[in-house]
């Protein structure tokens, strides 16, 4: 019989930058659920990617001065290299600037522009440059963009429209046909009153703004909007094509068995892409899971709020299956979860030292002294009492499986965890309730004794059988001490498979060290300096110092100050004091050259926001050209300090 297909994706990633942990959480979450469904076996295709056209991406590259395709290629690789070093087993890893993807995409816009489906006609809107999106007055959010709280402006377009109203009926049929469709459920209600029931406006499916996206290939004036260019991948990574030509491939898995993505993008999988879908007489994708946030510290992670953790920091100090273990148990399924370095550390002792670790090492240590390292399982009478914690054992360690199953079914990953590290749990209390120590000291016990470090042996092999989806090294190195195999799904509700007078290791190695937490405080505030503002000075001394002369605000109202942000800086060649800048003021990048290198290093002033004053004659220094001046404070030691917002502050923002 030939296995079942399981289509899984993530969302992909957007190449703006480098994604920190909170962003590659998902693919960890993805990568547990693909890895089980090949366990239970299903044929599972796993795809994960990047999204690599839009505005922002063509202004980031122009402020690094390299090409749109140089700029993506890079942070394209850099995001691969994370998921990598997560071990994340995808079978495919598309880019929408595949040349398939874009030829794709580029048919399905023009089908659907033949069959009437996509219009031409003229936007005008209040446009967030941020999210690449026109809003309504009332869609709005306190004035703000409602994706992402910055401003909007006016703006009008020549574009094409997608008829949404057309097949909005079909879709809240759907949704309210199939339960299982968008999850969990909350999200559903979320859609149906907020976007759906008050009626659906057609979308604006191109953009004449800016040229870095997939141009229409029949007025190339235009290129296709974002969405519907990015949702695509799902279908054209597995070989779909617009004139019917789609590859085995696609029949087999389309559609997908789960789209996993953020809570923050479900309208556009659960509204858009579905219509997108009907459109295109391609079937609907079973189940849109829309995850909630990994916070940090309760905050939203950002780069510009200087809270992010990157995936690379979080490995390199607590290793893979650590920071995995972490943020597959600690994610609930419906809220936000939270993530510090403390509290990973927390984590790895209580769990992975402690209850996994230490029960490994003591039933390796055992069986070595009391046998050689030779497991045996040697039938012996029992007391009632201690038949019935066998049977217990047993019973505990074969009944996970389905358990496990059941979780998995409803994407309760966390949960799925809990009830495997029970076994490992039952496992010690087991050590406790035998106390194979004192049936050692006893000549007439040591069968017994046997049988004990045999079930201990059995019912960790089953535990790591189970725990391997979700933390693959840390199983392979139990099942490598334990000299046996991982086993399959179907045999871990058997008991007793592990082959008599075979040896475990005489060597046992720590699986996971116990984390001194000083050191752990160190590390977190080592990364933390990297993007975090430094605190504030402990002791105020005020100092003093000549006054001058008042002036008109006249005067003052020359001086133009803005909120620039530092997106690259370097020494100046030959000069013990200056660092060169590049500062982004609003939309443009001015080069600043300031007397600092002693305060700041080139490194850490990427990123900061900082006080500019901008229309100062440029001038050179060092022979390098200067635009503006960055604004400090100076103390009594001639020691500087960047002048910096003290809340966030969009860059361009005016200082009056
Ligand atoms: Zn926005």
Known sequence: MSKKPYYITTAIAYTSGKPHIGNNYEVVLADAIARFKRKEGYDVFFQTGTDEHGQKIELKAQEAGVTPKAYVDGVAGQIRELCDLLQISYDKFIRTTDDYHEKQVQKIFKRLYDQGDIYKGAYEGLYCTECEAFWT???????????????????????????????????????????????????????????????????????????????????????????????????????????????????????????????????????????????????????????????MNNDKMSKSRGNVIYADDLVDFFGVDAVRYYVLHEMPYENDGNITLELIAERTNSDLANTLGNLVNRTISMSNKYFGGAVKYVETPLEPQMAAIDDDLKDCVTSARDKVITRMDTLRVADALTDIFAVFKRLNKYIDETEPWVLAKDENKQDRLSAVLYNLVEGITIGASLLEPFMPDTAGRIAKQLNTNLREFEVLDQFGLYEQGNHVTDQPEILFARLDMEEVAKKEEELASRTAKKAAPEEEEGISIPAKEEIAYDDFSKMQFQVGQIIACEEVPKSKKLLCSKV?????????????????????????????????????????????????????????????????????????
């Open 137 to 295: 007055e009332s869609q709005l959010k306190d004035g703000k963009c409602p994706d992402c709280g910055r401003d909007v402006h006016p703006a009008k377009e020549e574009a094409y429209f997608f008829k949404m109203s057309k097949y909005a009926d079909r879709l809240i049929e759907h949704i309210n046909t199939h339960p299982e469709f968008i999850q969990p459920v909350s999200r559903k209600n979320e859609m149906m009153n907020n976007f759906l029931l008050p009626g659906l406006q057609d979308l604006c499916v191109s953009r004449t703004s800016f040229k870095w996206g997939i141009p229409v290939d029949f007025d190339d004036k235009h290129v296709v909007y974002v969405w519907l260019d990015a949702l695509s991948n799902y279908i054209t990574g597995i070989g779909y094509d617009a004139d019917g030509e789609s590859t085995d491939q696609y029949s087999k898995y389309w559609p997908a068995d789960l789209h996993l993505i953020g809570k923050d993008i479900i309208r556009f999988h659960t509204i858009y892409w579905p219509i997108f879908l009907m459109a295109l007489n391609e079937p609907l994708p079973k189940q849109v899971f829309g995850h909630p946030w990994l916070l």
């Open 584 to 656: 982004k003021i609003g939309n443009e990048v001015k080069q600043i050259v300031s007397g600092i290198k002693q305060y700041y290093s080139a490194e850490e002033m990427v990123g900061k926001k900082v006080m500019v004053l901008v229309n100062l004659k440029p001038a050179t220094l060092a022979g390098v050209l200067s635009e503006g001046m960055l604004l400090c404070a100076e103390d009594d030691k001639g020691n500087l300090a960047l002048m910096v917002p003290e809340k966030e502050m969009p860059s361009g923002a005016e200082i009056c």
